[in-house]
């Protein structure tokens, strides 16, 4: 198997209008397609494409799960926009030698990485 890219990646949510203002209120994300009568919506993310849905009673928000990490232009910016807005925070933010993190949840627990890789002058040793 060759895996040519990520097609997506789709975050369970259990309640679809307050899911939608806490990723296009608070993130900032715009809706780029909405499908399955509401219940799955999908925001460009660069060339990527994050979705959030409410298909299955199989299919559960979890703050165990897999997480997405969101690239950020301004680290410290969007780190006291989330503050402001009283975004629960999973870590507060740190440091590694690639890249500044914290990892935030929306309204269902999911836990979603803001992040900002260093540049290139600014990295440690990376592994």
Request: aromatic fraction near 8%; glycine fraction near 8%.
């Amino acid at each position: 198997m060759k895996i040519k890219e990520i097609g997506f990646v789709a975050i369970p949510v259990t309640d679809i209008p307050r899911a939608r203002k806490f990723y296009e209120d608070v993130l900032g994300l715009r809706v780029s397609d909405e499908m399955m009568g509401g219940k799955w919506i999908e925001y460009a993310a660069g060339d990527d494409t994050l979705a959030i849905a409410n298909v299955s009673e199989t299919w559960r928000p979890s703050d165990q799960g897999t997480g997405a990490a969101l690239e950020v232009e301004d680290f410290d910016s969007a780190i006291r926009e989330l503050q402001d807005q009283q975004v629960p925070f999973a870590a507060e933010p740190f440091e590694t030698p690639c890249c500044h993190m914290a990892v935030i949840q929306d309204r269902d627990g999911n836990k979603l990485i803001i992040h900002k890789l260093k540049s290139e002058n600014e990295k440690g040793v990376c592994k």
